[in-house]
T-cell receptor, first 113, second 114 residues
Framework: KQEVTQIPAALSVPEGENLVLNCSFT??????LQWFRQDPGKGLTSLLL?????REQTSGRLNASLDKSSGRSTLYIAASQPGDSATYLC????????????FGGGTRLMVKP | DGGITQSPKYLFRKEGQNVTLSCEQN?????MYWYRQDPGQGLRLIYY???????QKGDIAEGYSVSREKKESFPLTVTSAQKNPTAFYLC?????????????FGPGTRLTVL
C-alpha cells in the first residue's frame, strides 16, 4: 500500500531564507503528485500538480520537483515571507486507486519576520 | 464564483446523536470526496463518489454514511457508531480525468463531540 512521508514535521526559518520541503512515497506507480497549502482551520489550496511524466513545475516563488524512480518530491520556496507560514501537504495519485489521493502528514512552516 | 461550500463551519454533537455535514459544489465536477483530518496529521479518505447515485468506501468509512442524489451535493452523516468523531472534515471535488485529476477543497467543518 502506498505510503507518503513528509520530513520535517515542523520547520521554522527567518524571513528571506530559501527552503526545501521534502515528500517521499513508497510506490513509484503514480499518475501525479500534488502540493497543497493549508492555513490553520482552513481547507486546502492546491499549489502545484506534477504529472508523472514531468520533472518539475513552477509557480511564482514555488518550484516543485519530482523524481518518480526514487520516490521523492521537493517543494522549493524562494525568499520566504511571513505570509508563507502554513502547513504544506503533498499527496500522490497512485495507479489502480480510482481517484483516491494518498496524503503525507504535512510540514508545518513558520517564517519569522 | 465557482467553488465548494461546506456548512456549518463548526458543529457540536452530543454522544449518541447523528449529524449531517453539507458539501455543495458548482464546479460541474463529477467526482466528490470526504476526508477526515486529525490534529497534526494528513487527510484520510472516508467516502468518495465518481458519479451521481454511486459512492465507494474509503479507508475509514466505518461509522459514516453518504448519499449522492445530485451532482452538486454530497452530504456526509456521522453516525453514533463512529467512536471518535471529533475532527476536521474536508470535502473535495474533481473532474476524474485520470492522470490530471486535480482535487479542489472546501473550507472544512470542525466537528466536536461534547
Amino acid at each position: 500500500k502506498q505510503e507518503v512521508t513528509q520530513i520535517p514535521a515542523a520547520l521554522s526559518v527567518p524571513e528571506g531564507e530559501n527552503l526545501v520541503l521534502n515528500c517521499s512515497f513508497t510506490d513509484s506507480a503514480i499518475y501525479n503528485l500534488q502540493w497543497f497549502r493549508q492555513d490553520p482551520g482552513k481547507g486546502l489550496t492546491s499549489l502545484l500538480l506534477i504529472q508523472s511524466s514531468q520533472r518539475e513545475q513552477t509557480s511564482g516563488r514555488l518550484n516543485a520537483s519530482l523524481d518518480k524512480s526514487s520516490g521523492r518530491s521537493t517543494l522549493y520556496i524562494a525568499a520566504s515571507q511571513p505570509g508563507d507560514s502554513a502547513t504544506y501537504l503533498c499527496a500522490v495519485l497512485p495507479h489502480n486507486a480510482g481517484n483516491m489521493l494518498t496524503f503525507g502528514g504535512g510540514t508545518r512552516l513558520m517564517v519569522k519576520p | 464564483d465557482g467553488g465548494i461550500t461546506q456548512s456549518p463551519k463548526y458543529l457540536f454533537r452530543k454522544e449518541g446523536q447523528n449529524v449531517t455535514l453539507s458539501c455543495e459544489q458548482n464546479l460541474n465536477h463529477d467526482a466528490m470526496y470526504w476526508y477526515r483530518q486529525d490534529p497534526g496529521q494528513g487527510l484520510r479518505l472516508i467516502y468518495y463518489s465518481q458519479i451521481v447515485n454511486d459512492f465507494q468506501k474509503g479507508d475509514i468509512a466505518e461509522g459514516y454514511s453518504v448519499s449522492r442524489e445530485k451532482k452538486e451535493s454530497f452530504p456526509l452523516t456521522v453516525t453514533s457508531a463512529q467512536k471518535n468523531p471529533t475532527a476536521f472534515y474536508l470535502c473535495a471535488s474533481s473532474i476524474p480525468t485520470g492522470p490530471y485529476n486535480e482535487q479542489f477543497f472546501g473550507p472544512g467543518t470542525r466537528l466536536t463531540v461534547l
